[in-house]
């Protein structure tokens, strides 16, 4: 694996000398300023490359912007409403700076209104670090109480509903206010969130819009952009739904295996593939994440590797995130998987047979604490993680490792 680490451009706390220290070997980023939609200009893309490329004292990094996340889709080709043939043609253009700038591995998701979900952003765990938390109850709180979505307390059940109805009783008002603010916050990065007017409003436009008419518009949007990706040699990959089940009534269509099968058989070409996140599909107990990439292996473009601890039985869960060794899923097995895929890729002489892996989110530990750095996105609680994982990948590849009986 070609071990990167995601980096928010100049303003992030962990800056370029950080990421040459820990070892990485390339970055993921993105022009989070362009507003979605937009195009993405050979000067932007440029300025961000020139960014990576040169630490503190001026002196060369070493290190290159291997993956692009997010190159985001907008809402308006999600639900095939307003410029969103604009925005494709857009897309398109930011595709062909891209590849021109050497850029290859785009990831990009297709989750309706809201992003990756959290309830808390610093829940404390036993060993007195904070993790990023959801919370089922507090989520259907928001649904319910704050947001007051239309059918949100049916949807839930009386017994969540409920539960949902005294924790909120019991919120301060300026919970409420951190509550709302951590569900609507946007992809990490993003300069742009959405207000609870703005989720309603949203929320309207996709009331005809129901499980098969969003997968519909999906893979008319990927009908449109996988050839472009495919000319470019470029490699789009689609990232799961984080949590990977429905919420405010929306539909969510790539949360499972199934999901994945129905997208890249309907767009069958090597320029569509995925971005796998043991983390958010590892909210659904059950998602088999080992089996999952042995399944989908050749089409497996990027690698997210972190871990959840799930809280709750049955589905949807309440959990949190866990150590990057901790948590539910078996990540020695999954690793392993990784490997042997990118052994046969090398075999059959695929440019791309190190797959690019970040360390995903982190637990804040240690000097983390009291930073304020963006949210899931610790430097220490990463190195961590990345440490462990290193660790692992180098036994699984080790030359000895042939010798050692099945």
């Not at 362009?34 to 004292?57: L, Y």
């Not at 107990?285 to 997210?304: E, G, K, S, T």
């Amino acid at each position: 694996m070609r071990q990167t680490w995601r980096w928010f451009g100049p303003h992030d706390l962990t800056s370029v000398d950080d990421m040459r220290q820990a070892g990485v070997e390339g970055v993921v980023s993105a022009l989070h300023h362009v507003p979605t939609g937009a195009v993405w200009t050979d000067e932007e893309i440029s300025k961000r490359q020139s960014e990576i490329s040169r630490m503190k004292d001026g002196s060369a990094s070493g290190l290159s912007w291997d993956v692009v996340e997010s190159l985001p889709v907008s809402e308006a080709i999600k639900k095939q409403k307003g410029d969103w043939r604009a925005h494709i043609a857009n897309y398109k253009v930011s595709l062909e700076n891209l590849a021109s700038a050497g850029l290859q591995t785009i990831c990009y998701n297709f989750m309706p209104v809201l992003d990756w979900t959290r309830t808390d952003l610093a829940f404390r765990v036993g060993h007195g670090g904070t993790t990023m938390r959801f919370d089922h109850i507090d989520f259907a709180a928001f649904d319910i109480h704050i947001l007051q979505r239309g059918g949100a307390a049916e949807s839930f059940g009386p017994e969540v509903t409920e539960a949902a109805g005294a924790r909120f009783a019991g919120m301060s008002e300026e919970r409420k206010r951190q509550l709302a603010a951590n569900v609507t916050a946007g992809l990490p990065g993003s300069t742009e969130s959405m207000t609870t007017q703005e989720v309603r409003q949203h929320l309207a436009e996709y009331d005809s819009i129901g499980v098969d008419a969003l997968r519909a518009n999906f893979i008319a949007f990927l009908e449109e952009v996988t050839p472009v990706a495919e000319r470019l040699g470029m490699r789009l990959c689609c990232h799961t739904d984080d949590p990977p089940f429905p919420l405010l009534g929306l539909p969510r269509i790539m949360s499972t295996a199934d999901d994945y099968a129905v997208i890249l058989d309907a767009v069958d070409s090597p320029a569509s593939g995925m971005t796998l996140c043991s983390g958010s599909l590892g909210a659904r107990p059950d998602n088999d994440i080992p089996a999952i990439m042995r399944r989908f292996a050749p089409r497996v473009h990027f690698l997210h590797l972190r871990n959840v601890t799930l809280e709750t039985p049955g589905m949807p869960a309440s959990f949190h995130e866990a150590e990057h060794l901790g948590g539910g899923t078996d990540m020695v097995a999954l690793i392993a998987e990784i490997v042997a895929e990118e052994a046969r890729r090398k075999a059959e002489g695929r440019a791309d047979h190190q797959i690019p892996m970040r360390p995903d989110h982190g637990q804040d530990i240690v000097d983390d604490l009291g930073r304020d750095g963006q949210p899931g996105y610790p430097i220490i609680g990463r190195l961590k993680g990345l440490a462990e994982l290193r660790g692992v990948m180098t036994a699984l590849t080790h030359p000895s490792m042939a010798r050692v009986p099945a």
